[in-house]
Nanobody, 128 residues
């Protein structure tokens, strides 16, 4: 079984920085490809919102929520199948659980099978 695992969350003061990482775990040997990867966040009582996403290849467009443009940067290490979210200029409004999401194609019974995966989330807390 394949999972997505986030890391790097924590407590930081206003104006501080954090770097979140998302990488596959489990039976990574069956992974054929990982499509667009998105970082989402959710605050209790509110809908989950897309923070940033990065395409699989160079032909796509990296996107950011208006609220994080200029402060957050998403990057991808294709060789390691890792996607990072560099967050700077953090504000208390950035406090949330951050989730990684991607469509992953794996080899299942010798055939490609694509499913959508969510990580378990990592807490980011920004103190004022």
């Amino acid at each position: 079984q394949v999972q997505l695992v986030e890391s790097g969350g924590g407590l930081v003061q206003t104006g501080g920085s954090l770097r979140l990482s998302c990488e596959p775990a489990g039976r990574i040997g069956v992974i054929i490809s990982i499509d667009t990867v998105g970082w989402w966040r959710q605050v209790p009582g509110k809908q989950r919102e897309l923070v940033a996403e990065i395409p699989k290849g160079s032909s796509g467009t990296t996107r950011y929520a208006d609220s994080v443009k200029g402060r957050f940067s998403i990057s991808r290490d294709t060789a390691r199948n890792t996607v990072s979210l560099h967050m700077s200029g953090l504000k208390p409004d950035d406090t949330a659980v951050y989730y990684c999401n991607a469509d992953i194609t794996i080899a299942k019974n010798a055939l490609p099978s694509t499913s959508n995966y969510w990580g378990q989330g990592t807490q980011v807390t920004v103190s004022s």
